[in-house]
C-alpha cells in the first residue's frame, strides 16, 4: 500500500485531482454580466508532476497531533469550493493574516526575460483579455498569461475570471493556497508573453496603482464595528452595542467575509439553482420565490465558530485565526421561504427513506464566487428546522454585507452553514456526500488502514452552549445601569429603559441607553476618599449583563455569575425577550440568544499600596489571602499561590458567568481542556478579571477606580485598543480606510 | 406582602393543600383486584394547623443557598404523585436513607392509651379491614386508625391502601415524608382503637415479624449486581459486565426503585387509560395495543440522573441520594408501540398548535401506585422522537422489574420519564401543565415577587453528554484483552473476541471474555524482577475502555482520552457497533451509548521507596516531578506541590476519559463546577487514578502491580468492596438477604 501511494503529495497533485473530480462552479460564470463560453476539453498543466496519484493526500491541517486536535477534526483548510463542504471553521486562518493587497514576493527582472515572447500594455489585456472576452488572460509580476484552457481544471471555479484583464495578486493574497511553488508553475505553463516596459516600475513590476482593488465596491460600514481585517472585511460590534438591544440592529451585525462582497446582484436578475440527486435542475428567480412560497420569520442568532477564539489564544495558547472577542454572534429576524418548501416543490421526494437517511444526505449551498457549505438533508427539510431561504433582515432588504440578495439561514448551526449571497444548492445522495467526506483519504494517514483523524470526528453542524460577559458596572457606576433604575423588585409597565413587568413574572429589560463600562472607563467610585483607601468598600455593588446561546434550538435554561473567581456562585436573571411583544421569537425552537443580568456585591479587596513590589515574596495581605484565589483565572485552586509569583503585581477578582441550555449540557471549565490550534468553539466559561486601583488627581485626593485586566476581560478597554491599532496599520499599509 | 403568607409553612399546609388541589389517582384503585369505593366527601384533618395559608410554601430543598443549587433547581423532593410530575430526579434521597424496616420510632406505652376505646386483635383487622373492605384501616405502633373518609384527601393517593389491614410503618420508611409531626397528627384524627395487649411484645409494639414486608414478592435479581439499597431494591451492573456487551442483558440492567415491585399485574387484566386534555377517557388493554398499532423497536440507554454521583461525592462533597458508580445506565432494543399512534387514536389532535405549543403541553404517565413523571408533548408525539409503550426488552417480555407489562420509554431523555408498571397517560394543557410547574409558589421565596429559583430551572428531560472507564488493563494484562487479541490494525473478519471489520473502516469488538481489571485484580506485570524496581518500565502499554452517551439523540463524535492527568489527549477509537449485524440500532436518532477503547503507553512513573516518608518534605523524585501534576485531580495545575502534602504517598497518574456529541457540547472538567447538592448530573470528566507498587511474594521476587488509589477509580476494587459491605449490613439488619 504505502508505495503504492506516496505518504506526501504535492499540491499540484491535489490540485490536479480537484480538476478532475470536480464540476465547475457554474454561478461563477454569471459574475459578470455575460456568460463565458465553456472551453472543451480541459487541460490541464502542461507541467505536471507525473507521479500522478489516484487519492490525493491529507491536506496539512489534519495532521496536527493528536493532543492538540480537540474539535479540529474534520476542519480542512482550503479555500477551494469543492473542499469546503464539510468544513466546519470560518477559515480564519486562510484570510487573518493577509489584510493588505501588498504584491507578493514574485519579483522578476527583464533580463530573464524569453526574448522569443511579446510585450503587453496593461491596458490592451484590460481591455481586450477581460473576463468576457474569449481568451481571458491574468497578470503575475511582470508576467503575461492566457488562462483560457485552465479555466475549466481550476478547482476554484470560475472564480479566477474575476482576476482576468489584470493581475492575480490580490486575490491570490485572499486566497492564501495559491503561494505555493506548485501553483506558480501550473500558471508557467501557461506564459504568452510580459508586461511591457513602459508599464513597470524602477523595480521591474507593474506599481500597486495599476492592479485592481477587489475591494474597492464594498460597503461602507459603521464605524462603531471592531474591525479585525479590513478586506476582507471582518468585523464586530463592540461590548457597548452588542446586546445593547435583543435584535442586533443590521448596520452593527458582525461581519465575516472570506472576500469582497459581490457588487453585480440585482434582485430577480439572478436565479437560484437547485439540482436534484439525480442531476434535474430547477431554476427559481428571487421573485418566484416571494410569490410561490409562503413567507416565515424566524429569530434566529448567528455565531461563527471562531467566536471568542480570543479568550482561548489568552488562556490556553496560541491560535490560528482571527482573534474575536466575544461579538463574533448577532441576533436577528430573519424574513424568507422555507428551504424544505422550494426542496418539495423542486421534485425532492423529503419523506422518502428514513431520519438515518436523511442525516447522510446532505443539502449544498454554493454561494456566489467560491464559497459553500453543506447541512444535513433533515435539517434542511423538518418542519422545526426553520432554515430559511431570506432575502430580509431586522425587516429591511438583506443588506449586502449579509447576503444580498438571498442568503441561507440556518438556525442553530455554525454561521458558515447560512450560506450568502445564495446562487445553487445541491442535493447529494448519501454516496456523493459520503465522497466529500471522506475525500477518498479513507486509507491515507500516518496509520494506513485506520480511519484517518478528520474521517473520525464530524464537521461541526450544531453549536454548544456559550455565554459571555459584555458590560460590569462598579460602585457608584451601577446607579448608571439602565435595568437598576427600576430597581430590584419594583416591577412596572414602563418600558423607558427600566425592568418591565410582561406577564408571568418575567421581565424584560430595554437597554437602550449607553452606559459606562468599567473596562472602558474606570470612574472614581470614592472620589473624595483621601489617602487612597487600602481596601474596597464592604459591600461594594456590582452589576453585570451579557448574553448566553446554544445551537440546535436548545433553550438557555439557567446562568450562574461568579464574583470571586468561581469559588461560590449565584443564578443571574434572564431576560424574557420574547415574551416582550416589541421583540417576538419567530420559529419553532429557540434560536435566540437569551440576555442575562445580574447584581451583586463583591469581596473585599484590597488595594495595592503604592510601594507594592513586583516580585512579591512578602505573605498575601488578609483580604487577598482569603479571596485571591482568582488572581490568575482560579476556581479555588492555585491558591494563593499565585499571589507570590513575580508578576503578580494586583489584587483581583474575575467574574465568571457559565450557561446551561436545555439539555443540561454547560460550558467547559476551561480553555485548556478544550484546545485546538484552530480556535474553534472557545466556549469556556467566560472570565473577566477586575482589579481596583487607587488614583489620584482628582484636587490631589485619591479615588478607588476599578480596571479589567492588563490581559484579561476580552473585548474591554485593552483589547478594544490593540484591535483599534491593528486596523490602522493596516488601513495605512493600503491607503484604504474606509 | 410578608406578613400576608408566612414565609416558613408547616408540611400539613402543604399536604392540605394538596388535598385539595390534586385528584386521586384513579389507577391505584386497582391495586387489588377488586376496587374500594370513594368516599364522600373528602374530610380534612380536623386537627389541621389552624394558620392555613391560600399558597403553599416552597419545599425545603429549593431553598439551598444559591451557590450550591447549579442544577438542582426545580427538584422538589417530595414522593406524591401530585409533586413528581416536573421532578428530574429518581428521588434518591427519599429511600436510599431507609433500607431497613425497623419500626420507626413511634413507642407508646399502654398506660397513655385513652381508656374509653377498644382494642384488637391484629388478625381481626387483617381480615376484616384490608385494602378491599369499605373500611380500611391502619396500625402505627400500638394505635388503629380508621383512614376511610382520610383516603380521598391524601396527596399520595390510594397508595395508601397498600398498608390497610396492617402497620404503615414500612412505607412511612419508604415515603419518607412522613417522618414528621404533622402526618403524624393527621393520622391522630382518625384513631378508633387499640391493638390488643396480646399482639404486643415486651416493648409495648407489635413484634417485627407480625408487619407485613412490602417487598416479598419482589423478584429474585442477579446476584453479580452491585445493590446500594435492598428495599426498595437499587443496584447497577459491576463495571465488568456493564459494557461487555452492546446491549445490556436484562439481569444486568440496572435497577432503580422506589418501592416494591407490583406483583398483581397480568397481560390484558389491566387497561392503560388515555386522559384528553378535556377529560375524555380512552381505555386500552395491552393486547389491543399489539393488535391495533404497529409494533416498534427502539435501541435506547436509560441512564438515572444520578449516575456517577459517587464520583461527585468524592471530587467535590458530601451529596444525598444513593451513591452511583458508573454503572446506573444501561442499553437495551425495547418492543412496543409508538406513543403518537396511541395519542392520536385516542382523539388527541396532536398537529393542533404549533411546535411552541406542544412543548408548553405535556403528557404526564402515571405508574401503578406512587410514581410519576411527564414529559413535554412535543417529544411524546414527534416522529424523530421515538417514544414507546414498551411490552419487550431485548427480544424477551418485560421483566418485572423493568416494568411489567407496559413501560414508558422516552429515548434520549432522563430515564425517570420512562415511567415503568404505566397505568395512566394524562395529556395537560398548558394552565394544567403551568399549574404543576408552578404550583401557585410564583410570589413565594426569599425575594417576594421574584421567580423563586426552581421557577428558574426547568426540570431536566434531556441528558447532557457524558463517559466513563470501565475497563483499565496495565503492562501484561494489556495481552488479555479481548479486543488486542486482534492487533492494531489487522482487521479481520473473525468475529470472535476479536476486532473485526463490519465495513466503512469502522471496526466492531466483541468483548465477550470478560478480561481482568486493573482495578479488582491487580497482577504482578514484571513478575521476576528482584529488587523492586524503582520505575515503571519505559512505554508499558495500557489498554482502556469504556462508554459515552448524550440524550436528545444527539451521536458521540469523539472520546479523548488522557493517560498524564489532563496534561496530553488522544482519541479513542468509538466501537461501531450499530453497523454490527447482530445489534443494529432500532430509532430516528442515536438514542444508544457509545463504546470506546484505548490503547496507548503509560508515561514513566516512581515507584515508592519502602521508606517513603508520609509526610514528605524531601524534593519529588525527577519522574514525579515530571508526571505528577495529575497526583490529584490535576491538568496541569496544583503542580508537583500536591506531592509535598502530606497526605500524598504514592507516585500516581490519572486516566481521563471525555466525550463529545454531535452538538460539540462537551463534558465539564470538575465536578466543583457542576457541584449540586442532590449530586444530579455528575457529568464531569470521568478520572481514574492509578498507582504502580511493588510487591512481594512471589517466591521472594519483587513485582509490579497496579491500583486504583484509594478514594478513586470509580467502579474499581475499593468502591465495589464498600457497596457490598453496605449491602451485606443491610441484608442482616431485616434478616432479607436475597
Not at 88 to 117: A, I, N, V
Not at 136 to 152: A, E, S
Not at 166 to 176: K, L, Q, R, T
Not at 562 to 590: I, R
Request: hydrophobic share 30%.
Amino acid at each position: 500500500m504505502a508505495t503504492r501511494i506516496p505518504r506526501i503529495a504535492t499540491r499540484e497533485q491535489l490540485l490536479k485531482h480537484a480538476a478532475r473530480r470536480v464540476p465547475i462552479n457554474p454561478t461563477a460564470r454569471r459574475l459578470h454580466t455575460t456568460t463565458v463560453p465553456r472551453r472543451n476539453p480541459p487541460t490541464p498543466t502542461p507541467r505536471s508532476n507525473p507521479q500522478t496519484p489516484s487519492k490525493p493526500p491529507p491536506p496539512k491541517t489534519a495532521r496536527v497531533a493528536p493532543s492538540s486536535l480537540l474539535l479540529t477534526s474534520g476542519l480542512l483548510a482550503s479555500l477551494f469550493v469543492f473542499s469546503q463542504t464539510h468544513d466546519d471553521d470560518d477559515h480564519d486562518d486562510d484570510t487573518s493574516s493577509r489584510p493588505s493587497l501588498s504584491p507578493s514576493p514574485t519579483t522578476t527582472s527583464t533580463s530573464s526575460r524569453d526574448p522569443s515572447l511579446p510585450t503587453y500594455r496593461l491596458s490592451f489585456i484590460r481591455h481586450n483579455h477581460g473576463p468576457t472576452s474569449p481568451e481571458p488572460w491574468v497578470t503575475l509580476g511582470d508576467k503575461v498569461y492566457n488562462i483560457t484552457d485552465w479555466i475549466p481544471a481550476h478547482p476554484g471555479g470560475d472564480v479566477i475570471l474575476r482576476a482576468a484583464g489584470g493581475s492575480v495578486e490580490p486575490y491570490w493574497n485572499i486566497f492564501s493556497i495559491h503561494h505555493s511553488p506548485h501553483v506558480k508553475e501550473i500558471l508557467e505553463g501557461y506564459l504568452v508573453g510580459y508586461v511591457s516596459p513602459s508599464d513597470l516600475g524602477p523595480d521591474g513590476k507593474p506599481p500597486p496603482a495599476s492592479i485592481e482593488d477587489p475591494f474597492v465596491n464594498d460597503p461602507i460600514r459603521d464605524k462603531r464595528l471592531i474591525t479585525h481585517t479590513l478586506k476582507p472585511r471582518n468585523a464586530e460590534p463592540p461590548n457597548g452595542e452588542l446586546d445593547k438591544s435583543f435584535l442586533t440592529g443590521n448596520e452593527m451585525f458582525y461581519v465575516r467575509h472570506h472576500m469582497w462582497v459581490p457588487d453585480d446582484a440585482g434582485e430577480g436578475e439572478e436565479e437560484l439553482v437547485v439540482e436534484l440527486p439525480g442531476g434535474e435542475e430547477r431554476r427559481y428567480t428571487l421573485g418566484e420565490l416571494k410569490r410561490r412560497f409562503k413567507t416565515e420569520r424566524v429569530t434566529a442568532t448567528l455565531q461563527c465558530s471562531g467566536n471568542r477564539r480570543n479568550d482561548m489564544t489568552r488562556h490556553a495558547g496560541k491560535t490560528n485565526g482571527l482573534q474575536w472577542g466575544v461579538g463574533a454572534i448577532s441576533n436577528a429576524v430573519w424574513e424568507g421561504v422555507r428551504l424544505g418548501d422550494v426542496l418539495r416543490d423542486a421534485g425532492l421526494e423529503v419523506e422518502k427513506g428514513g431520519e438515518d437517511q436523511r442525516k447522510k444526505m446532505h443539502a449544498w449551498f454554493v454561494g456566489r464566487e467560491a464559497y459553500s457549505a453543506s447541512i444535513p438533508l433533515a435539517k434542511a427539510v423538518e418542519g422545526t428546522g426553520d432554515v430559511l431561504l431570506a432575502w430580509g433582515m431586522n425587516g429591511e432588504v438583506l443588506p449586502r454585507d449579509h447576503g444580498f440578495p438571498l442568503r441561507v439561514v440556518v438556525p442553530g448551526n455554525v454561521a458558515a452553514r447560512s450560506v450568502k449571497w445564495l446562487s445553487k444548492i445541491v442535493i447529494a445522495d448519501e454516496e456523493a456526500t459520503s465522497q466529500w467526506q471522506r475525500r477518498d483519504y479513507k486509507s491515507f494517514g500516518p496509520n494506513e488502514g485506520a480511519s484517518p483523524d478528520w474521517d473520525r470526528a464530524p464537521s461541526i453542524q450544531e453549536m454548544p452552549v456559550t455565554s459571555a460577559i459584555t458590560g460590569v458596572w462598579v460602585g457608584e457606576c451601577v446607579k448608571k445601569v439602565p435595568w437598576m433604575m427600576g430597581g430590584g423588585d419594583n416591577n412596572n409597565n414602563n418600558n423607558n429603559n427600566k425592568i418591565t413587568s410582561v406577564g408571568s413574572g418575567q421581565r424584560t429589560i430595554d437597554m437602550a441607553a449607553t452606559p459606562q463600562k468599567v473596562g472602558f472607563t474606570a470612574k472614581p467610585t470614592t472620589p473624595t476618599a483621601t489617602p487612597c483607601p487600602k481596601t474596597t468598600p464592604d459591600k461594594e455593588p456590582i452589576a453585570l449583563q451579557g448574553y448566553a446561546y446554544s445551537g440546535g434550538g436548545r433553550k438557555i435554561t439557567r446562568v450562574d455569575v461568579s464574583l470571586d473567581g468561581g469559588a461560590t456562585w449565584d443564578q443571574a436573571e434572564l431576560v424574557d425577550d420574547c415574551s416582550n411583544p416589541a421583540t417576538p421569537c419567530y420559529g419553532s425552537k429557540s434560536w435566540a440568544w437569551t440576555r442575562w443580568r445580574y447584581n451583586g456585591t463583591l469581596p473585599v479587596l484590597s488595594l495595592p499600596p503604592a510601594s507594592f513590589p513586583s516580585t512579591a515574596t512578602a505573605p498575601l495581605p488578609p483580604a487577598l489571602a482569603k479571596v485571591g484565589q482568582d488572581c490568575e483565572d482560579g476556581f479555588g485552586r492555585s491558591v494563593g499561590l499565585m499571589g507570590r509569583l513575580p508578576n503578580h503585581k494586583k489584587q483581583c477578582t474575575t467574574l465568571i458567568v457559565k450557561a446551561t441550555d436545555e439539555s443540561y449540557n454547560t460550558q467547559p471549565e476551561s480553555h485548556k481542556g478544550i484546545y485546538n490550534v484552530r480556535g474553534n468553539l472557545a466556549t469556556a466559561w467566560h472570565r473577566v478579571k477586575i482589579c481596583p486601583e487607587c488614583t489620584k488627581g482628582n484636587g490631589g485626593k485619591g479615588g478607588l477606580v476599578w480596571n479589567t485586566g492588563e490581559t484579561y476581560g476580552c473585548g474591554f478597554r485593552k483589547e478594544a485598543e490593540e484591535v483599534r491599532e491593528g486596523m490602522r496599520a493596516a488601513s495605512e499599509s493600503t491607503g484604504n480606510g474606509k
